[in-house]
């Protein structure tokens, strides 16, 4: 593994620019998904704090999907010889608004390669800087972790649960069902098959049943602090623990005694941590 880490550190610096655009009908629809009654948005309506999660998916030609849905390796991130992917965790710095109309560009570059051997075996974590901007300047920072990690066998030990990190004041529950999932792959043109395709996930991954996104449960924990009248300006969150289907998860938080800083969560159906986040509000 050493000698391909040495040569996987020459895609550190890499870099890529894209554009999309924030539409009306893309806000709604993921209003929707959210199960939020809001009519469509008009033009020049502030996108809600972390609904950029809608915009830039990665695009590639059908032929050029790897079997686990994602697109193959090699061509902006670098082809890592580990054959699961997850998202790990991110760090965000909203600068200002995106608004409804806005064409957005987002420039990517990968930051960091770094092996590291866990619970499961070996690991490489490959961390992503991005800046998104609109024609009034820039807009978000974005930093993620992506982790690939070796098979892990189906009867591999399951990692020892966490407790929350603190006392819960704001709570809710949600149950995500494979309707929810499948509406927030399609508006976040996600092919991950750990999303929807049973067989694969249980027989091929070993996972019980199909899993939560990620992307999604960090979004929930975005509209649990909207839900108490507060804007995120930052957030950094870690993914620690799998979610699954139909199962109910709690998101949760609490807020520091300044008011204008959070610790939020959210919890499996067994009390078990699965996601961890500390927040700055605007």
């Not at 610096?13 to 948005?41: I, K, N, Q, S, W």
């Not at 915009?55 to 999907?65: E, T």
């Not at 990517?108 to 051997?117: A, D, G, L």
């Amino acid at each position: 593994m050493s000698d391909d880490i040495e040569q996987l550190k020459q895609w550190i610096g890499r870099e890529e620019t894209t554009t999309d655009y924030v539409t009306a009908p893309a806000v709604h629809r993921l209003a929707a998904t959210l199960d939020r009654d809001e009519a469509m948005p008009k033009l020049g309506r502030p996108l809600p704090t972390g609904w950029h999660c809608v915009l830039f998916p990665r695009v590639v030609r059908h032929s050029q999907i790897g079997g686990d849905g994602h697109p193959r390796l090699g061509d902006f991130l670098p082809p890592v010889p580990l054959p699961r992917r997850m998202f790990a965790g991110k760090r965000i710095t909203f600068h200002d608004d995106l608004l409804v109309g806005d064409e957005v560009q987002k420039r990517s570059v990968i930051k960091s390669i770094t092996p590291k051997t866990g619970r499961s075996g070996q690991m490489v974590f490959v961390t992503v800087v991005a800046e998104i901007s609109s024609s009034r300047g820039l807009a978000i920072t974005e930093e993620q972790d992506i982790v690939y990690r070796e098979e892990t066998g189906k009867n591999a030990p399951p990692a020892a649960p966490q407790p929350a990190p603190a006392q819960a004041v704001w709570d809710k529950t949600i149950t995500p069902d494979t309707v929810m999932l499948f509406r927030y792959s399609a508006l976040t043109f996600n092919g991950h098959r750990i999303h929807y395709d049973l067989p694969y996930v249980t027989q091929t991954e070993g996972y019980p049943t199909l899993l939560m996104n990620g992307g999604l449960t960090t979004l929930l924990v975005f509209e649990l602090a909207r839900a108490q009248g507060k804007t995120i300006r930052y957030i950094a969150s870690r993914n620690v623990r799998p979610l699954f289907v139909n199962r109910p998860i709690s998101i949760q938080g609490a807020p520091e005694s300044d008011g204008m800083r959070a610790k939020l969560w959210a919890l499996d159906d067994t009390g078990a941590l699965a996601l961890s986040a500390e927040a700055q509000f605007s």
